[in-house]
C-alpha cells in the first residue's frame, strides 16, 4: 500500500495516523541496518563523486519505488576539511540536491505542488519564536508538524552535557509489537501546532530496539532526517548545564515544507 503524499497540515497528521495502522513497511525492521546509516566523506566525495553521494543520502531516506520513508543518513568526517560555517553551506546545498533528488524519486508527490525551504540558525537549543510561534525545545521523540526532510548541523557546543541526539523509527516499533497509534503516541500541548509524540513510557523500549543514540553531534557531521508520515521521531536527552553564562548549544537546520502552510512547524 502506498499513500499519495498528503497535502502538509492538518492531512498530514492524518496520515501519519494511518501510516502507523497501514502495513506500508517493506520488510522487518533492521536493527543493524539502521544503526549504521553513516556515510564518511572525503573531499573527493565532495566533489568529483557529487551525483553518487546524493545517491547514496537519498537512498538512506527514501525507499523504492514511491520515497516512502523512515530513513536517515548521517553524513562526517567533515571537521577535517573545513571550518564550521562551511559545514553549514555544505549542509544547505546538498540538501537542496537531495530534496531534488528525492522528489524526483518520490512519485507520490505531484510536481505542480509548491515547496520550499526555511533556514534556521539557534544558540540556545530552542526553537525559533518569531518562527514557530513556539519557544518548546522538544526532547521527547517527536515529528516535526509539516515538515518532509531536514537536515541539522549540530554544534560547536558549550557549558552543558547531554542532549544527545535521538532517532526512533516508532512506526516499526509500534507495528512489530501490534500497538496502534494512539497506545504509543500523544500530541505535544504546546501553544502552537500541535505534533505527534512518543508516549513517555514507550521511549525506552523504542530507542533500544528501533532507534538510535548518537551522542553530541558536533559540526564534524551532518544529519538528513526523513520526517515525512513515515518517517522518524527525533529529540534529545536532557541537557545539563554547566556553566549558564557560557551555555551555548548551537544548531543550524534546514527543512523543507510545502508553501500553503507557511506558519506551521
Ligand atoms: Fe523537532
Redesign the pocket.
Known amino acids: 500500500m502506498t499513500f499519495e503524499f498528503p497535502r502538509l497540515g492538518a492531512s498530514m497528521m492524518a496520515a501519519r495516523k494511518a501510516a502507523f495502522s497501514a502495513q506500508v513497511r517493506p520488510g522487518p525492521f533492521d536493527h543493524s541496518w539502521f544503526a549504521a546509516q553513516d556515510l564518511r566523506v572525503t573531499a573527493e566525495d565532495l566533489h568529483k563523486a557529487r551525483t553518487t553521494l546524493v545517491d547514496s543520502i537519498v537512498d538512506r531516506l527514501a525507499t523504492y519505488p514511491d520515497g516512502t520513508g523512515a530513513g536517515y543518513c548521517l553524513l562526517n568526517g567533515l571537521a577535517a576539511q573545513m571550518p564550521v560555517e562551511a559545514v553549514r553551506e555544505l549542509s544547505v546545498t546538498l540538501f537542496t540536491e537531495v530534496w531534488s533528488q528525492y522528489r524526483f524519486r518520490c512519485d507520490r508527490i505531484a510536481q505542480d505542488r509548491d515547496f520550499y525551504m526555511v533556514k534556521t540558525l539557534s544558540a540556545d537549543g530552542k526553537i525559533p519564536v518569531g518562527l514557530y510561534g513556539s519557544p518548546w525545545s ?1 526532547k521527547t521523540p ?1 515529528a ?1 508538524r509539516n515538515g518532509v526532510l531536514f537536515v541539522h548541523v549540530y554544534g560547536p557546543h558549550v557549558g552543558f552535557n547531554g542532549g544527545e541526539v535521538l532517532l526512533i523509527d516508532a512506526l516499526a516499533y509500534t507495528q512489530s509489537h501490534g500497538f496502534t497509534f494512539d497506545e504509543v503516541m500523544t500530541w505535544s500541548d504546546d501553544p502552537g501546532d500541535q505534533k505527534p509524540v512518543l508516549r513517555t513510557r514507550h521511549v525506552e523500549a523504542a530507542l533500544e530496539g528501533y532507534g538510535r543514540q548518537f551522542g553530541q553531534l558536533t559540526p564534524d557531521a551532518i544529519l538528513f532526517v526523513n520526517n515525512g508520515p513515515e518517517g522518524l521521531l ?1 529529540g534529545a536527552t536532557e541537557l545539563q548545564i554547566g556553566d549558564e553564562s557560557t551555555f551555548s548549544r548551537t544548531l543550524h537546520r534546514v527543512v523543507v515544507r510545502e508553501r500553503a502552510l507557511a506558519s506551521a512547524v
Request: charged residues 25%.
Open positions: 522538544f517527536h516535526d527525533h
